[in-house]
């Protein structure tokens, strides 16, 4: 019904930069909350960043001032800009959507198929 593709991921330098896109297709009414979350191997599936569908955003205390989440509702499309990476920043980036019903009854929450960010010297 909905799809995320997630893309931009890749091996950086600590202190790189690097964006990430996620764009949601399919069946939309309505996406309330777009964000995107990391797993490292291992470690739990952690929220990174979130932005609403008015544009109120929230951080993960490690990034911030680093990372900035966006959102383009025009397209279902969240961004991710993250500046001054560090080596914890390593793992694989998931993007999420919470997509309405159409009666706004019912919410259904979407996952990208995640991206690889790797940040070594």
């Known amino acids: 019904q909905v799809q995320l593709v997630e893309s931009g991921g890749g091996l950086v330098q600590p202190g790189g930069s690097l964006r990430l896109s996620c764009a949601a297709s399919?069946?939309?009414?309505?996406?309330?909350?777009m964000g995107w979350y990391r797993q490292a191997p291992g470690k739990q599936r952690d929220l990174v960043a979130v932005?609403?569908?008015?544009?109120?955003?929230n951080y993960v205390d490690s990034v911030k001032g680093r990372f900035t989440i966006s959102r383009d509702n025009a397209k279902n499309t969240v961004y991710l800009q993250m500046n001054s990476l560090k080596p914890e920043d390593t793992a694989v980036y998931y993007c999420?959507?919470?997509?309405?019903?159409?009666?706004?009854?019912?919410?259904?929450?979407?996952w990208g198929q995640g991206t690889q960010v790797t940040v070594s010297s």
């Open positions: 999420n959507a919470e997509v309405f019903s159409s009666d706004y009854t019912v919410i259904y929450d979407y």
């Open positions: 399919g069946s939309i009414f309505s996406i309330n909350a």
């Open positions: 932005v609403t569908s008015g544009g109120s955003t």
